[in-house]
């Protein structure tokens, strides 16, 4: 019997590949479509496997779409232009990228018969309002062009499945960092930046007073909270029935629902490397969340979603992994 076939748009980035590994592991076929704009060739290498295909094509590239969405059992929607301070220096790419990127994604998936989509939302949307921590029914207050472009795509999603009965789940992820990360792009994620310069015994820049805070968690979580949400893991038994929206998108927040500051982020570090390098400090940059710390609950009582990875262990498991790459 032939294996469940998926599509995973952004499959050479960071969140991507990890996500096309692990589905690789459980015995799937993988379709990994993207344009190589910020993905890796190392990324498809370390996955590489006969149960891969890879399509080199942008989301608006409506043949890409149509190849790529053939056949597929559900697609997980990872492909985005994912910087905060690069959408202020290009804003037109990151609406068209984000948000015409996964207009034609949806229009494909409806042609094709897709049954379900998974879509990476981002903890963005919610701006920088005092109230913490942060659930899905809250008013959104977006802050940036990438935060609006996510917004943008969640309201998509919503009218996809009111419309067109497509089953839709958008996942607001909250600072994904763990081993693969970029930390060599200026726009670099801050868990590898950090990291990097201070295995060198550089002192890592902090965009501010290094009071921010925000709920770190690893990407295994991510990872586990796609196959539920994608129906690849089945959801337990004790998940309530009838927790999803009827007429949208159902929307849930990824993360472990605890906060650390980037202060205590390089202390933590620090202390895995035996180290004692201070951080340098740099003005704030447009854009930036000061406090950020998600509510969990929706994602557990409708996907059965509980973090596996606590910030600490996972801290552990990306420095050991950038001390031997």
């Known amino acids: 019997m032939p294996s469940t076939r998926y599509l995973v748009t952004g ?3 960071f969140i991507g590949s990890h996500l096309s590994a692990k589905l690789l592991d459980l015995a799937c ?13 190392e990324n498809l290498t370390r996955i590489a496997s006969p149960d891969l295909d890879f399509v080199h ?3 608006l590239d409506d043949a890409a779409l149509q190849r790529s969405t053939e056949g597929v059992e559900a697609v997980f929607h990872q492909a985005a232009i994912p910087s905060v301070p690069r959408s202020f220096a290009d804003p037109a790419s990151t609406l068209a990228a984000n948000v015409e990127g996964t207009a034609r994604l949806l229009e494909a998936c409806r042609a094709a018969g897709v049954n379900k989509v998974v879509v990476a939302s981002s903890s963005s949307v919610y701006g920088d309002t005092p109230t913490l921590p942060k659930q899905e029914d809250m008013r959104p207050s977006p802050l940036s062009p990438y935060a609006l472009s996510k917004l943008a795509v969640e309201r998509l999603c919503h009218i996809y499945a009111r419309e067109y009965g497509l089953e839709i789940v958008a996942l607001r992820y909250f600072n994904v960092f763990g081993p693969w990360q970029d930390p060599q792009s200026q726009y670099a994620a801050v868990v590898p930046r950090f990291i990097t310069a201070m295995l060198k015994g550089e002192r890592p820049t902090i965009y501010g007073d290094g009071l921010q805070s925000r709920d770190f968690t690893y990407v295994d979580n991510v990872v586990a ?4 949400a994608g129906g690849v893991l089945d959801i337990p038994d004790s998940v309530a029935e009838g927790g999803s929206d009827t007429e949208a998108a159902t929307v849930a927040n990824i993360a472990c629902g605890e906060r650390y ?3 205590d982020l390089v202390a933590a570090i ?3 490397l035996g ?4 951080p340098k400090h740099a003005e704030s940059r447009a854009g930036d969340v000061q406090h950020s710390q998600a509510s969990i609950e929706r994602a557990h009582e409708r996907l059965g979603y509980d973090p596996e990875v606590d910030f600490e262990e996972g801290l552990h498991r990306t420095v050991a992994w950038f001390e031997g790459n």
């Open 270 to 272: 620090n202390g895995i």
């Open 225 to 228: 909270a796609n196959l539920l």
């Open 29 to 41: 076929q993988v379709v990994v479509l993207d344009d190589m704009s910020s993905g890796r060739r």
């Open 11 to 13: 499959g050479a980035g």
């Open 261 to 263: 500051t980037l202060l």
């Open 57 to 59: 094509g942008s989301l």
């Open 275 to 278: 180290a004692e390098i201070e």
